[in-house]
């Protein structure tokens, strides 16, 4: 089991950059693939971007492609979120997530909020225009 606690969310104005760090409790990190979704007001959680268990395979949702980038440190716990050309759309509740199955070269099934078997509380990004 993993448990996992997100920081770095806050207010900023388009343009803005922002990293969101995700740190993970447990000796089996490196085991899981990782996930970033996020939640706007009134809308469902979607998903971001996800990382493969070896750190060298990444995926992105469309709208994000370019303007952010998920890294992840398996020695240090942590995955994190780097947001840049912050807009306004981007405004939402950031979550972390795990998960067991382990990537065998598609990410197919790793883009669904099922596909993810642990969750942090969230961090709060607002981007103001």
């Known amino acids: 089991q993993v448990q996992l606690v997100e920081s770095g969310g806050e207010l900023v104005q388009a343009g803005a950059s922002l990293r969101l760090s995700c740190a993970a409790s447990g000796r089996t990190f490196s085991a899981y693939v990782m996930g970033w979704f996020r939640q706007a007001p009134g809308k469902e959680r979607e998903f971001v971007a996800a990382i493969s268990q070896n750190g060298i395979n990444t995926y992105y949702v469309d709208f994000v492609r370019g303007r952010f980038t998920i890294s992840r440190d398996n020695a240090a716990n942590t995955v994190t979120l780097q947001m840049n050309s912050l807009k306004p759309e981007d405004t939402a509740v950031y979550y972390c997530?795990?998960?067991?199955?382990?990537?065998?070269?598609?990410?197919?099934?790793?883009?669904?909020?099922?596909?993810?078997?642990?969750w942090g509380q969230g961090t709060q990004v607002t981007v103001s225009s």
């Open positions: 997530a795990a998960a067991r199955r382990y990537w065998s070269g598609s990410w197919s099934g790793f883009s669904r909020i099922a596909d993810y078997d642990y």
